[in-house]
T-cell receptor, first 109, second 115 residues
Framework: RKEVEQDPGPFNVPEGATVAFNCTYSNSASQSFFWYRQDCRKEPKLLMS???SGNEDGRFTAQLNRASQYISLLIRDSKLSDSATYLC??????????FGDGTTLTVKP | GAVVSQHPSRVICKSGTSVKIECRSL??????MFWYRQFPKQSLMLMAT?????????EQGVEKDKFLINHASLTLSTLTVTSAHPEDSSFYICSATTGGMETQYFGPGTRLLVL
């Protein structure tokens, strides 16, 4: 079993749709959690950190459920520019990062 | 935000040659730098963790004699792919962090093609 598992996707949604991605992790000692987005042939860029209390940044909402060991990302009112691969990243207290395989989102007009 | 650069962005070389990739943190001091490799349609795979002034820690399955890492200063780490072969062709990305559980800032990546 992989340490970090994501919905395989791909997700193809129309503009304006709401889409949610889930990510589960196996290491209960994981300390910090992030969502990155990666555009085709580019490096990953931080989208948002994920906090236990949940956090929101504009159209994006991230949630963490430590008991069930999963994190989620909700995107409201999808834009064409949201098309990318979304990577779930989990850090242990040793500072090691483990990436999920990513979920590909395509937003269509 | 923090800026990390990588050089070169793209390199094509013959099989058997060595290739050096530089990773620099431009506006902050990076106590730790990470080197990743990403094959098409796959996620990033951590190759090694590099701390300034000490030997890199390699992930299982990564040959330390083939992928030489040097982290000579708080702003520069280098990865040298020695005696490159076609199967080493990949997208190599570095990231830098100030340590602990801080977010990682990624370089733009280096595309290596070994002929």
């Amino acid at each position: 079993r992989k340490e970090v598992e994501q919905d395989p996707g791909p997700f193809n949604v129309p503009e304006g749709a709401t889409v949610a991605f889930n990510c589960t992790y196996s290491n209960s000692a994981s300390q910090s959690f992030f969502w990155y987005r990666q555009d085709c042939r580019k490096e990953p860029k931080l989208l948002m950190s994920v906090y236990s209390s949940g956090n929101e940044d504009g159209r994006f909402t991230a949630q963490l459920n430590r008991a069930s060991q999963y994190i989620s990302l909700l995107i409201r009112d999808s834009k064409l520019s949201d098309s990318a691969t979304y990577l779930c990243v989990v850090n242990t207290n040793a500072g090691k990062s483990t990436f999920g395989d990513g979920t590909t989102l395509t937003v269509k007009p | 935000g923090a800026v990390v650069s990588q050089h070169p962005s793209r390199v094509i070389c013959k099989s058997g040659t060595s290739v050096k990739i530089e990773c620099r943190s431009l506006d902050f001091q990076a106590t730790t730098m990470f080197w990743y490799r990403q094959f098409p349609k796959q996620s990033l795979m951590l190759m090694a963790t590099s701390n300034e002034g000490s030997k890199a820690t390699y992930e299982q399955g990564v040959e330390k004699d083939k992928f030489l890492i040097n982290h000579a200063s708080l702003t520069l780490s280098t990865l040298t792919v020695t005696s490159a072969h076609p199967e080493d062709s990949s997208f190599y990305i570095c990231s830098a962090t100030t340590g602990g559980m801080e977010t990682q800032y990624f370089g733009p990546g280096t595309r290596l093609l070994v002929l």
